[in-house]
């Protein structure tokens, strides 16, 4: 899998196999699911989905009359700086 | 996902005095807008969550290895609900989480390549693909092969996966390989599952 700009080849593909996984029936993910031989809420406990949407902390516009989200727990903004609103 | 829908279409006006429409305040705007993606993230089945996994998995590989797809998800979650950016009506909330987390990963090799001060007189000023910058080539060569070696022993979808690459149509890929349009399709199903598989349980990296 050779390319001239490998980035822009690994964009196109990436762009190529997303699209394959937002078009994926339901019937897909399911089948996959029962391949692994775990069960769906396992697969989402395991190292992610719960923590990233608990740390979202969905629901705060409802509870809060301030609506300021909190950002202070976001894993990718603690491991690049450069995405906070601080300079380099 | 409905909520989602409706309020973004509504989000940008508001009844005045009189029956006129008048613009919001950003602000009463990014929290409208703030609570849609909330409720909607927070409506989401197992399904659409899982394929969010996998969605994020895939991304991730365009971004350094030190860089978990959690981390990814978590930073396109807290800009869904930052309220800044509109979820358009016709885009479900797991699409739009995956342009949000596309657009973090264009976002950093954009900033690595501004940071690392490589500019060229060819480069123009919003330049959408300006050359990369070695550590970007390197990352997509791994990441490339990576992807490759997943359908190792697959030849049909290794040559999809090339031609993908390449930009090609479906229609160009079959004539190039010379795959039949059943080849095509049952390759293509064979490799979103394997995708699936692989975005929900195990690691690619």
């Known amino acids: 899998m050779t390319a001239h700009r490998p980035d822009l080849a690994l964009r196109r593909l990436l762009d190529a196999l997303e699209a394959e996984l937002l078009g994926a029936s339901d019937a897909d993910i399911q089948a996959a699911v029962a391949e692994t031989g775990m069960n769906a809420q396992a697969l989402l406990a395991e190292a992610g989905i719960v923590t990233a949407l608990n740390t979202a902390d969905i629901g705060w516009v409802e509870r809060s009359e301030t609506h300021h989200p909190r950002r202070d727990r976001m894993g990718f903004a603690t491991l690049y700086p450069s995405y906070k609103n601080v300079k380099p | ?205």
């Open chain 2, 1 to 205: 996902m409905g909520a989602v829908r409706a309020g973004s279409a509504l989000a940008h006006t508001g009844e005045g005095q009189e029956g006129r429409v008048q613009p919001k305040r950003r602000t009463e705007e990014a929290e409208e807008t703030a609570g849609e993606v909330a409720r909607a993230l927070a409506a989401l089945s197992e399904t659409d969550l899982l394929r969010l996994k996998a969605i994020a998995r895939l991304r991730a590989r365009d971004l350094p290895r030190d860089v978990g797809w959690s981390d990814l998800l978590n930073e396109a979650v807290a800009r869904a609900l930052d309220g800044t950016r509109q979820c358009p009506p016709e885009v479900g909330i797991v699409a739009f989480l995956a342009g949000i987390m596309r657009s973090i990963a264009s976002e950093h090799w954009r900033r690595q390549r501004r940071e690392a001060g490589i500019f060229r007189l060819s480069d123009g000023e919003g330049e959408a693909d300006p050359a990369p910058d070695p550590e970007r080539t390197l990352a997509a060569v791994q990441a490339l092969a990576t992807l490759d070696q997943l359908f190792t022993g697959d030849l049909a979808a290794s040559q999809i996966l090339a031609g993908l690459a390449g930009g090609l149509s479906a229609r160009e890929i079959r004539e190039m390989y010379g795959l039949s349009e059943t080849d095509y399709d049952s390759t293509r199903k064979r490799m979103r599952r394997l995708l699936l598989k692989h975005g929900i349980a195990w690691r690619f990296r």
